[in-house]
Each structure stands twice: as C-alpha cells, then as structure tokens.
C-alpha cells in the first residue's frame, strides 16, 4: 500500500476503529442491548448456577421471618398439620387422575414407545425386553436424584418475604398522572420554553439515570423523588385554596411522622428526555453510595467508609444507614434499640461489601459487641441477608464467617434463634462447592455446641418428617454434623427411636439417613459404635416402605465402606435379609442392595468372601444387561469388590465373569459417560489384577484401532494402568506385536488433547525395555515424520513422545536415532507456536540428559547460543524448557562454551527472575550458582548486585537468592566483601537486598559463618539501629542463622553484642518485624545457651506495665518450651524470711546440698 | 500490641498456654516458683547422676529419694498464699 492510499496514519497503539467504538457505544444506550457481560455477572451469583433441587431452600419459610423460634409444641402442630393438607392434596389428585383415566377410557400410549435399539443403530449388544434408555441424540432430560421422589410444586405454599418482594418489586408501572411534579405543570404553564436552557428548580425533578430492564430479582430500588414532601407552594397550586371555601386544617399535635420511612420504587425510564442533575442533599447521598444503581467500584460512604460494591439490593436493604439520615450524627434522635440495629446493620454492611480493612475492623467489633447486640437483633439482620436471591459467594462466606464468630460469643444465647439459623445454614451442607459444605458443617457443629444436644434435638425433631423432601434431607445431613460434634454415643438413643418411628416412614427413612450420613462424614470413627448403628437399621431392610428399604441398603454400604477393613461382625444380623433381598427386588432397591453387599464382602474372611462372592455373581451377571446407568455402575463397582478380595480365584473371574463382562460392558457408548468411564477402567484394571495382564490386555488391544476416539483412549487408558500395576511379562510375541501396533495406530489418529495416549505409549515401551528394540526404527522414523508435520499439534505429540522416549532409546543403545532425533529437533527450533516450542526444547533436553554432554549431536557449543534468543520467549512453557536445559548444560558441560556467552546468558536469565512461576525462577536461580561456577563469581555477582537497584521487588529477592547460591557455590570470601561493599550505596532497596543476600548465606553457609561473623559485626550494627524497621527485621534475620550457624564455636562475646543490639526492639509492633525479633533471640539462646536469655527476661517478667510484662513473659514462654531442663541452676533465689513467715518456702533446698 | 493480639502471636499465645510451666502477665508468685520448684524436681529425677548425689547427701536410696521428690512436686512451696482481696 503506497502512503497516500494509507487512510489512517500509522499509530503506535492499535485498538478498535472509532466506528465500531461509536456504535457500541450506542447500543449500549439503547434500551434492552443485551449485557453481555450479565452471564458472568449472574455466575458469580450462588442462587444463579444451583439447581432445580438446591433452590427449594427458597420455599422454607418456616424459620426466615424476624423473632424467635416458636415453640416445640406450636412447631410440631403446625408440621402435623401441613402433612395432614399434603396427604389431602395428593388424595385429591390421585381422586383426580383416577377419574381423568376413567373418563378418557383406556387410550393406549402407541407414541410414547422407544424404538428398539436395532434402529438407532448402536451396536452394543441388545439388553433383554425392556429397553428404556433414550438414544444418545436426544438431549438428555434433567436428572433427578434418583432416590429422591418427585418434586411437587407447592402452588398453595405463600412464597417467602423475599420472593413477595421480589414479585412486588417487579418493573414498569404505570405512572399515573396526578402525582407527577408539579415542575412538570409549570412548564406547561409556560411551553414555548425549551426544555434544553431551562434551569431546574433546585430539587424539583426526578434524577433518573438511563432506563435499564432488570429481572424480577435484579430490579434496581430507588428513593423516589416523587415522594418527597411537598412544599407548601407546591400543595397550594394543586389543590383550591381559600378562594374555593377550603382552608388549610393545622397538623395534629399528635401526630409526629416517622422519621425515616422513604419509599423505593424501581428506576424507570425518564420521560422527560435529557435531565441535568439537581443539587439536592438525597441526590448527593446517593451519588455518594454510587450512583443510582450501585456500583462495581470502590466507594467512600460517608459514616461507613470504603466499600468495594454496592449492589441495588443493598442500596434497598441498607436503606437506613445510606444516604439522608443515614449518617451517625443522626443516630441522637434513636431509641436504644433502633440505634442497635443501625449499628448492626452499618458492621454487617462493613463487612459484607467493605475493602479488606474496612471489613476486618467491622469483623471485630461486631465479634466484641456480639453480647451487647444480643441475639435477636443480630440474627434478625444477618439471617435474611442469607436468604438473599442474589447472594454471590464471597458475600455468603463473610455471612457465614459473622454467625461463626458471633456464635462462639452469645454461646447459649443463641438457643431461640437455633432452627432460624439452620434454615439458613443447612443448605451449604448440600453445596457443590466443598468449602461451603466444609464452612456449614463448621457452624453446625459450634451451634450445636452452643445449644446442647436436648436443644439441637428438639428442635430439629419435627424436620424430620416435614412433607418436603429437601427439608428431609437437609436436616438428615445437619443431624449427622451435630452427631460427630457431640458424640455418636449422645445422639444413639434418639436415633434408634426415630429409625423405629411408627408413625411416620418419612422419619424412619430421614433417621437412616442420618445414619448414612454420619458413616459418610466419620469414616472408620464409626468404628466404636458400628453394631450399635447397624442394629438401629437393619430391620428398615423389611420395612413395608420401599424407600426406606432402598435407604437402609444404602446406609448399612456407607458403614461398610467407613468401617473396610474391619467391623464384619457388626454386620452379621444384616447379612440375611440382605441376602434375601436381592433376591427379593428389582431395580433401584435392588441396586441398593447389591451396593450394601459389594461393600461388605472386602471385610469378610477369604474363604466366606469366595462363597458370598459365587452366591451373588448370577445375580450380578443378570444385571449387566440392565440398562439402567446407575445400576451399571453400582454393578461395576461391585464386581470391582469382588475381584479384589482373596477368595476369589483367577479361573473363576476368567471363566465365569469375564465373557459376560466383556460384552456388556466394553462398549463404545461407555466411553462417552465420564462417570462409566472411569468405574469401568477401574474394574477393568482390578479384573486384571486377578486375571492377568495378557488376558484382559488380549482382550481389548483389538480395540486400539477401533474407530471411536473415546473409546480408544478408554481403552489405551486401562492398558496403561493395567501395564504400570502388573508389568509386560505376560505379554507374549504375538500379543506385543499387537499391542505396539495399535499403540502407533491411536497415538497416530488421536485428536483430542490429554496425554492419554502420551502417557499409556510411554509406560506401555518402558515396560517392555529391552523387548521393544526391534521397534524403536519405526517408531522413530514415525516421530520423525511427524516432527514435520503440517499441525502444530502433531509435532508437539511428536517431541513429547521423544522426550518420553529417550530414556528406554538410550538404553536400547540406539544412539545413532538419538542424535538423528537431536539433530531433526535442533533445526526444528524456529517453530512459532510456544507450545510446540517448549516441548521441542523439553526433548532436546531430554536427549542431552540421556547421551551427556560430550556426546551430544548437535554439539552443546552449537546447541547453547541457539538457546540464548529464546529465552526471550515470554512463553512459560518455553521459558520453563529452556531454562531446564541451559541449567543442565552450565552444571554438566559448562567448558563447551565461551565465557562470553555465559555472561550474554545472566543478562537473559535476570529477565527471568519475575516470571510468575515458581519452577521457573528456581531453575533461574540454580543456573546462576552454576554459571558462577563456571566462569568465576566476580562477573555473575557483579550482575546480580547491580540487579539490586530495579524496581520489581520480586526480581530483587530472586538475585538475593541467586547472590546466596553463588556464594554457597563459590565460597562465602568470594561474596561477602563485595556484598558489603554494596551495602555502602546510600539506596534502601539495595542494602535491603544485601542484608537479605547475608541473610541467606548465613542460611546456606551454616557453621562455616564462623570465619566471616567479626566481619560483618559493623553492618549489623549499623542495620540493627536503623530507623527503617526494615532493616532491621532483616538484620535480625542474619543474627538468626549466624547465631544458629556459629552456637558451640566460641563466638560468645560476638553474639553478646549482637543481642545487646536485638533487645532494644523487643516492643515493635509490626507483626514482621516482631517475629523476625523473636526469632533472633530464640536462636540466641541456642548460641548463647538459656541462662544468659534468662538473666535478660528476668528484667521485666514483673514489669509493673502490663504490656511490657506480656512481652517479657512471652521471651519466657519460649525460653521455657525449648530449654526448661536447662534453665534450672540460672532461677534467681527468692526465698525469703517474710515469705517464710507466711507459710511459703521458696528456697530449693536441693542446689544447696554439699557432699 | 493490641493488633498483635488478633494475629499470629494469639497463636503462639495458645500454644503457649497448652504446656505446663508456661506463664503469663498475670501469674503471682507463688504460681511462678511452683513451676521453678517441679522443674528443678523433675530436672533432678530426670538426671540420675543428680538423683544419686542428692540421694548420698540425704542419707536414702535413690527410690526413696525419687519417690520423694515426686511427692514433693504436689506442694513443693507449702501452702498458698491466703487470698488478698484484689
């Protein structure tokens, strides 16, 4: 392009063109323009991403309104009798459906019918009559927990507050005309004014901002101007006045206004077009808490302080303490109790949305104040705000995080408020994420600490048989928590009573639950009590109810897999009706009942594990040909079960399990489902155990060249395990021949990305060894022909290949393929994509590791300036090869390279010190010690003091670090003058970053500091009584290793001195800075030994300032901890007449004995 | 220091307090040279070469001497002080 054809000039920065800017611009202006950034707003959101089943939290309203709890009898007559209208209102639509079938007649379902598997053309083969599963294409329909029983939808349940107001809430009403502001009726009084030059009267319109669309939850609340007070101009031009015969009456004496109460509406769009902002003092306070709609960014609230957000909602649920009157010089004209809570809701505001100091401080206080407040005003504001639809996650933890510490305050207090909180609390137990089931555990468990069991007890008792199910579960869950946070033993009692309940089988399935649950969580701490627990179940197993029946199976398998491998005994009333059972039952209690026994039987005895193991096979090889999924895996892991225990022989899996096994399972659709997937690798694999490598890997190595990806990786998947536990020996000529084969064919197809494929090639070849010679040419010429290939993708599987591959190359003697590969690899190294980049070096490396360096093609004199510009490469993947490599060649063939371009490479490697990994740093870091090593420290050292002066603190601890290696490698002599010599420029990073070099060669060096501590006493001196607090923690620091380094050596008087200089910041308050004090002479009494520490602690153990007592005290705590025994002669003698006198005698007898 | 009390050092402070022999701003005296007396009981039992020279000088066998000192590590200073009203 010539330069006049150029229509922009060329810039320095690129960025979108001011066209495409404008027009979104302007789309976002307009109404409804889609956000897209809404979608990661709502993630973060908890209710947005939970599903159908964890939201019916929503519909507990039983505990969220403000008050204490009712009382256990209210509470169990009102659950009774909402069972009582459930039971009616199912009689009623079963009455219903039973009439709706009689009145259709009997219309057959010929649509509703699957086709049979034939016509979808899976070739699995067929599973018996029944066939349900849908074809995989259709989109799979939600799936419920498939113990759980239909939701209803309770149309007749009142919504909870929060969702009331959420309806109430909802956008778009209709403005009716007649409260509309009267500025409005002075510009029509005067229309030929234009509205763009006209001056708003100061308060008198509406600040709106643009018109969003919000969702029903999402509606943003504002303070409407519309309801301000009218003035009385205003009301007089309104409404007839004297003229009419009206007259204005006088305001009550009575009658006082609530002072507070503001009306929220939801923004809506101005209809006025554009509105200048007005002054008023509500729209300042607004503006102060950000804006109309709340905000993303940090704000300074007036009275509050700095918050990171604030959304809509809180604007709304905050109303009180932001903006007019929200302030604390308002609080004189509060009762005592509304003051309380404005108090409250400010800290719970604080802590909720405020910046990490901010919210610490408000942390605190309400922690200190937590008694003062009281329970119920503190839970009445918390508890809702749990509640909220949109709560995101941190906003929850800090909630959380308040009812933890405040629990620990109020202590039993909190007893009227127990159920309130666990209806908030119990459904983080069933969150996905674990630190919220972990953090909800936490709480219960310090309620019900707090409370006491009776507590805990009655009140969760009439959860227990609540209608709905979520509730059930929910409390089953909390039950356990409360069983291992006061004992399983306390709880026992109740708990047989309520798997026995008559009345209802809702409370004998959640008591078995709760069982199961408390097997789940305790693991083998059931141990103790495992009979008592067991017999509290097992009659459930006959249970008329079949729920309660699939519970009790799934329940008594918990057990089994917490107790494995002990507790057999336990199990023997069971083992029966088990047995029984799965005679008895089809489908899902069936399932149960396989999953209870394939528990059980790894805690038998081999011989009777044999026998129950051949009892229950015809059952479970009926059951293969299920179809139902869960099933198949419970089937799966069962069988795993069994293969795994002793009694078992390897004819009988071989002759009886496995053909069946083989057809059922290993088919291409079980590849698709994660979960199937690995429950069928890992049977397979413990199949294999028994059975042999060569018969399961004959078997399936056919299938290496199937034409399913998923499926070939599945099954080079179990290969790879099955080699890596059992080794290639079994492996015979012809079966090998097949094996390598399919392994070049899948690695060969393979697309998908995971090192699968990488991983199974690399262990099935080492496994071979020596077997795999004849091989290696084409598996070489193989990668050879890949490392050019088209893809990227194709040479990175390629070198990563080789890099797996040297190792068992080498060891075959087949060097003439190594460097061949090297040589291929080195000219390869002009590749442009990164992650091909880095694994090319990684096997260049990995070759070189293998020949050595002398041998190594391309020579390392070649090898290492090609290295140098890469290292540039800002690649962590490159970075990380590369530096390994470079690292390699400087500590094993540094005398191949010049000088020269080891120093060209510590200029290259400084850049490396801020990469944001961790290894690659280290690597960096290693590489200078080596290099030093090399070349002589006086260059490298010279590099890295001068890298003292950048800015990037990171780069600056790294070259301390390096400047440690360097002087460890080197000899301390080599360093430390230089090291000193740089202490003298007057720049706080650069003898910062000294004092940190000394500090760690001190670290390194260890009794070798004994020659260098007289030398480095001036330094100390002159950091230990700096003014940066700085220097001297990290002068305390040295004192520390030096100590630790020259204890036993002579070196009093020095370390003497040392601690004289210590001692004075014993007081610092800096929490870094006072750790590096206590360290320093702690190691101080290591080097000088306790007695003379003592002498210096005894000083002020008895202070008459408290503060400094705690300090002193503390000295004698650690004194006391590491060396009592020690510390026995140096006890001052304190024994006194007076003391005496009064009955007390301090004088120890036993040190003044003479023999 | 009042920062302090909410970081690490209530911690160490804890752990402080879970050993015997560890004190505090607050101890008295007598609770002070209690722990000194047990410690020079124990560092006594714990050395036999101390317990046998302590044992000569009291004219007993070391287990008597040992039994002895062990029971002395109950009151080693005699009764507690009365309380005084503060």
């Known amino acids: ?1155 | 220091m009042a920062e302090l009390r909410y970081t690490l050092n209530t911690q160490l402070e804890q752990l402080h307090t879970r050993y015997t022999g560890t004190g505090h701003p607050d101890m008295t005296k007598y609770e002070w040279l209690q722990h000194q007396h047990r410690d020079t009981a124990s560092a006594i039992i714990g050395h036999p070469s101390l317990l046998a020279y302590i044992s000569v000088a009291d004219n007993e066998c070391q287990a008597r001497e040992r039994f002895e000192v062990i029971e002395r590590m109950l009151q080693p200073c005699g009764k507690p002080p009365a309380k005084t009203d503060d």
């Not at chain 1, 049979?116 to 799979?140: S, Y």
């Not at chain 1, 919000?214 to 003229?243: C, Q």
Request: hydrophobic content about 40%; glycine content about 6%; proline content about 5%.
């Open chain 1, 1 to 1155: 392009m010539s330069e006049e054809e150029q229509p922009y000039r060329t810039l320095q920065t690129y960025s979108a063109p001011q066209e495409l800017l404008d027009e979104h611009a302007e789309m976002a202006d307009e109404e409804n323009a889609p956000d897209v950034f809404e979608q990661t707003a709502k993630s973060k959101q908890v209710a947005a991403r939970q599903s159908d089943y964890h939201l019916r939290r929503f519909n507990r309203t039983d505990g969220v309104g403000e008050g204490e709890d009712e009382s256990y009898e209210d509470r169990m007559r009102r659950i009774n009798l909402e069972r009582e209208e459930e039971r009616v209102r199912r009689y009623k639509e079963q009455k219903e459906k039973e009439d709706a079938e009689k009145g259709q007649g009997s219309k057959t379902l010929e649509g509703d019918k699957t086709p049979p598997r034939g016509l979808i053309g899976d070739e699995t083969p067929p599973r018996g009559a029944k066939e349900e599963t849908p074809p995989m294409d259709e989109a799979p329909k939600k799936k419920r927990r498939w113990d759980v029983e239909e939701p209803q939808v309770k149309q007749e349940e009142k919504p909870g507050e929060w969702s009331e107001q959420a309806l109430e809430a909802a956008p778009k009403k209709r403005r009716s005309r007649w409260d509309q502001t009267p500025a409005e009726a002075t510009t029509e009084a005067a229309p030929k004014k234009s509205r763009w030059d006209q001056t708003p009267s100061s308060d008198a319109v509406a600040v709106t901002g643009k018109t969003q669309e919000f969702t029903s939850t999402g509606v943003m609340m504002v303070e409407d101007k519309r309801y301000r007070r009218m003035t009385d101009e205003e009301l007089d031009s309104l409404l007839p006045g004297k003229a009419d015969g009206y007259e204005v009456v006088p305001v009550p004496d009575d009658y006082k206004p609530l002072p507070m109460v503001r009306k929220m509406v939801p923004v809506q769009a101005s209809e006025q077009g554009f509105m200048m902002q007005d002054d008023a003092d509500a729209a300042k306070a607004r503006a102060a808490v950000g804006g109309i709609q709340g905000s993303d960014e940090q704000t300074e609230i007036e009275g509050i302080g700095t918050l990171q957000f604030l959304k809509p909602e809180d604007t709304q649920y905050f109303a009180k303490v932001l903006g007019e009157g929200g302030g604390e010089e308002e609080d004189v004209h509060y009762s005592l109790e509304e003051l309380k809570e404005r108090k409250i809701m400010r800290l719970l505001l604080k802590i909720k949305n405020g910046t990490p100091p901010v919210r610490k401080t408000a942390l605190r206080q309400i922690t200190d104040k937590a008694r003062d407040f009281g329970a119920g005003p503190l839970f009445d504001k918390i508890l809702p705000l749990l509640m909220e639809r949109t709560l995101e996650d941190q906003e929850r933890h800090l909630l959380v995080k308040v009812i933890d510490r405040v629990l620990y305050k109020l202590d039993d207090l909190v007893r009227p408020y127990v159920h309130k909180i666990l209806v908030v609390i119990e459904p983080l137990l069933i969150d996905e994420d674990y630190y919220a089931r972990v953090e909800g555990r936490e709480i219960i468990s310090n309620l019900a600490k707090a409370a006491g069991l009776a507590h805990m007890i009655s009140t969760m008792r009439p959860d227990i048989d609540h209608v709905d199910e979520y509730v059930r579960n929910t409390t089953a869950r909390a039950f356990s928590v409360v069983a291992s946070a006061l004992g399983i033993p306390s709880l026992l009692p109740f708990l047989k009573a309520v798997c026995r309940s008559k009345k209802s089988w809702q409370a004998r399935h959640t008591g078995i639950r709760i069982i199961q649950q408390i097997a789940v969580m305790m693991g083998c701490a059931v141990l103790p009590h495992l009979r008592n627990l067991v017999d509290a179940i097992a009659d459930g197993l006959q249970d008329e109810q079949q729920k309660v029946r699939t519970m009790t199976a799934l329940a008594l398998a918990a057990l089994a897999e917490a107790a494995a491998p002990y507790g057999i005994e336990s199990f023997d009333n069971v083992l029966k009706p088990l047995w029984l059972g799965i005679r008895q039952h089809r489908g899902k209690t069936l399932a149960a009942f396989i999953k209870a026994i394939g528990y059980i039987i790894p805690l038998m005895d081999p011989e009777y594990a044999g026998y129950y193991v051949r009892e229950c096979m015809p059952i479970l090889i009926r059951e293969f040909q299920t179809s139902d999924e869960e099933m198949r895996r419970i089937v799966l892991q069962v069988i795993k079960q069994c293969a795994g225990t002793e009694g078992v022989s390897p004819t009988y899996i071989r002759d009886e399990v496995l053909p069946d096994f083989f057809r059922s399972f290993w088919v291409r659709r079980m590849a698709l489902d994660k979960r199937n997937y690995r429950q069928l690798v890992e049977t397979t694999t413990e199949l294999a155990n028994k059975a042999g490598v060569s018969t399961i890997v004959g078997k399936i190595c056919n299938d290496l060249k199937d034409e399913s990806e998923p499926f070939r990786k599945m099954v080079m998947d179990t290969i790879t395990k099955v080699v890596a536990n059992q080794g290639a020996a079994d492996i015979d000529e012809r079966l090998e021949v097949l094996l390598i084969d399919g392994i070049i064919f899948a690695f060969q197809e393979q697309t998908m990305e995971d090192n699968v494929m990488l991983e199974g090639f690399g262990t099935v070849v080492n496994a071979l060894g020596g077997r795999v010679k004849p091989y290696l040419p084409q598996i070489v010429s193989m990668i050879l022909w890949r490392l050019t290939n088209k893809s990227a993708k194709v040479r990175m599987l390629a070198a990563d290949l080789t890099t797996k591959l040297a190792p068992i190359i080498k060891s075959n003697g087949e060097d003439q393929l190594l460097s061949k590969l090297g040589v291929v690899i080195f000219e390869q190294l002009g590749e442009e994509y990164p992650d091909t980049l880095g694994s090319l070096i990684a096997a260049e490396g990995a070759i070189a590791n293998v020949v050595g360096m002398t041998q190594m093609n391309p020579p390392v004199k070649d090898l290492l300036p090609r290295m140098t510009p890469i290292l540039r490469n800002r690649h962590e993947k490159v970075q990380e090869a590369t530096i390994n490599l470079i690292g390699r060649i400087a500590d094993r063939g540094a005398e191949f390279v010049p000088a020269k371009e080891w120093m060209r490479i510590c200029f290259e490697l400084l850049d490396l010190l801020k990469a944001h990994k961790k290894a690659i740093r280290r690597a960096a870091v290693n590489s200078f010690g080596y290099i030093a090593k090399a070349i002589g420290p006086q260059d490298v050292l010279s590099v890295l003091l001068t890298n003292l002066k950048v800015q990037e603190r990171q780069s600056r601890v790294c070259s301390t670090v390096a400047i440690a290696i360097v002087a460890e490698t080197c000899g301390p002599f080599t360093c430390i003058p230089a090291i000193l010599n740089e202490y003298r420029t007057p720049e706080l990073n650069v003898r910062n970053g000294c004092l940190k070099a000394l500090a760690w060669v001190f670290e390194y060096v260890g009794e070798m500091s004994k020659d260098y501590i007289h030398s480095v006493i001036g330094l100390l001196e002159d950091a230990l009584t700096d003014r940066d607090h700085v220097h001297r923690q990290t002068a305390c620091a040295i004192v520390k290793h030096l100590a630790l380094g020259v204890a036993g050596l002579g070196y009093e008087e020095a370390l003497t001195h040392l601690l004289n200089l210590v001692w004075p910041n014993i007081f610092e308050t800096s929490p870094h800075v006072i750790g590096g004090v206590m360290d320093a002479i702690e190691a101080m009494r290591v080097g000088l030994g306790p007695g003379v520490l003592l002498s210096y602690v005894l000083q002020g153990l008895h202070h008459p300032a408290r503060r400094v007592r705690e300090v002193y005290w503390r000295m004698f705590n650690t004194l006391i901890l590491g060396s009592a025994d020690a510390m026995v002669p140096f006890y001052p003698d304190l024994g006194s007449k007076s003391d005496l006198a009064a009955g007390q005698d301090y004088t120890r007898h036993h040190l003044g004995y003479w023999v």
